[in-house]
């Protein structure tokens, strides 16, 4: 019976590492699709310049961040795939 509660312990916390890892994933797609989910994503304040391809803004620490779109999706600059 102690054998069965363990595998029974084991398999519902596979299943909930599962399934957070499903929710991450799908998070991060949600925020790279647009450029202003990836700007709240990001947690700017302001928004300082845009254009169809990047955009700057303004972190609450004061730090300035250019995002900028690749693929139809948007990064951080720097961070994002590599174009060749």
């Known amino acids: 019976m102690r054998r069965k509660a363990t595998i029974t312990v084991f398999v519902g916390l596979a299943i ?5 890892c499903i ?3 799908h998070h991060l797609e949600v ?3 647009t ?5 709240q994503f990001r947690g700017c304040v302001q928004l300082l310049e845009k ?4 955009g ?3 972190l ?7 995002i900028v779109g ?5 990064y951080l600059d720097g961070d994002g795939p590599k174009v060749f």
């Open 31 to 33: 925020a790279h699709s």
């Open 35 to 39: 450029f202003e989910n990836y700007y």
């Open 60 to 66: 609450a620490s004061g730090q300035t961040i250019k």
């Open 70 to 74: 690749i693929n139809n999706k948007w």
């Open 16 to 20: 909930a590492a599962a399934l957070f």
């Open 23 to 25: 929710y991450q994933l």
């Open 51 to 54: 254009t169809d391809a990047y």
């Open 56 to 58: 700057t803004c303004k």
